[in-house]
């Protein structure tokens, strides 16, 4: 079982930066691959950006070279540093939480924290 925690939501202005935080507890952090989705009013959730245990990452064509993702293990937590931040970047954004066991797809979701850019 993981327990996620986000944090660092708010209201920002266009082209400004915010560093979303996801907090980990309960499991050995550093197995899973760790993720941030966004979903904006009437939209389906999306990726933005996952990080493997390693440091593999891949993102949404949306927002590669403006955000990026990062984990400290030991602190079993897991950042999103958003730059020039476009009013389309208006979401919730959920951190999630997955890994293979046992053949299983083991996945574990955040509550989300909003991020309004807006001026």
């Known amino acids: 079982q993981v327990q996620l925690v986000e944090s660092g939501g708010g209201l920002v202005q266009p082209g400004g930066s915010l560093r979303l935080s996801c907090a980990a507890s309960?499991?050995?952090?550093?197995?899973?691959?760790m993720g941030w989705y966004r979903q904006a009013p009437g939209k389906q959730r999306e990726l933005v950006a996952i990080i493997i245990s390693g440091s593999s990452t891949n993102y949404a064509d949306s927002v590669k070279g403006r955000f990026t993702i990062s984990r400290d293990n030991a602190k079993n937590t897991v950042y999103l540093q958003m730059n020039s931040l476009k009013p389309e970047d208006t979401a919730v954004y959920y951190c999630?939480?997955?890994?293979?066991?046992?053949?299983?797809?083991?996945?574990?979701w955040g509550q989300g924290t909003q991020v309004t850019v807006s001026s």
């Open positions: 999630k939480a997955e890994r293979v066991y046992s053949g299983v797809v083991l996945y574990y």
């Open positions: 309960g499991s050995i952090f550093s197995r899973y691959t």
